[in-house]
């Protein structure tokens, strides 16, 4: 079983930073591709960006430029920083880990994005 647990999210200001963690367990770094998606209010869950074992990152076009997904593999640590917010980025935002028979979820964490 893989458990994920998210932290970071917040209430911020349009231009603001916030960065996202996700904890993960030991057994995570088995799955290759991990990474983070988020649900707007009224809206589908959308993929924001994943990364590899290996650091390789993939990122949604609204995500590229403004948002980085990183891993630390020794302290099993997955990161969402997120640079210029836009009051369209508010979502509760997900960690998420591409098992090879299902995937695995944390409970998401609330970004607010709003002046």
């Known amino acids: 079983q893989v458990t994920l647990v998210e932290s970071g999210g917040g209430s911020v200001q349009p231009g603001e930073s916030l960065t996202l963690s996700c904890a993960a367990s030991p057994n995570i770094f088995s799955i290759n591709i991990v990474g983070w998606y988020r649900q707007a209010p009224g809206k589908e869950r959308e993929l924001v960006a994943t990364v590899t074992k290996a650091g390789k990152t993939n990122y949604a076009d609204f995500a590229k430029g403004r948002f980085t997904a990183s891993r630390d593999n020794a302290n099993y640590m997955i990161y969402l920083q997120m640079n210029n917010l836009k009051p369209e980025d508010t979502a509760v935002y997900y960690c998420?880990?591409?098992?090879?028979?299902?995937?695995?979820w944390g409970q998401g964490t609330q970004v607010t994005v709003s002046s």
């Open positions: 998420h880990a591409a098992g090879v028979f299902r995937p695995y």
